[in-house]
């Protein structure tokens, strides 16, 4: 017999995500699963303003369009935002949206002084 059916327990019944914002958050965290992209967002996140694409490319053993791939996947989960100029494509980091991993994130080691997302 389980503890729930021997009545010592009442069960989990309310998580602290609901299941949207947990496959909105699946699918950024499943973008920074990738070593690349990864490497990525914390070039562009340790920049004071945005950064071109001729500055990140550089940086990897990669072709511009390898990088100019990871950096759309970035974009499409909502990591960073992209403004292109002329040529170019500028990038910066969504502040609001690394917050909300950051919250996640402490919350699941037990720091509970993280805002509710």
Not at 76 to 102: C, I, K
Request: glycine share 6%; charged share 25%.
């Amino acid at each position: 017999m389980s503890k729930q059916e021997g009545g010592c327990c009442e069960g989990l019944s309310d998580a602290p995500l609901a299941e949207d914002q947990a496959v909105e958050l699946a699918t950024m965290f499943k973008a920074l699963g990738d070593p690349v992209r990864l490497r990525l967002l914390s070039l562009i996140a340790s920049q004071p303003d945005e950064v071109c694409v001729c500055e990140l490319t550089p940086a990897f053993e990669l072709s511009q369009p390898t990088i100019s791939h990871h950096l759309k996947v970035l974009r499409q989960a909502g990591l960073v935002e992209s403004e292109r100029r002329g040529t170019w494509v500028y990038y910066r980091v969504r502040p609001e949206t690394t917050d909300r991993l950051a919250a996640v994130l402490a919350t699941a080691t037990g720091d509970r002084r993280v805002a509710a997302l």
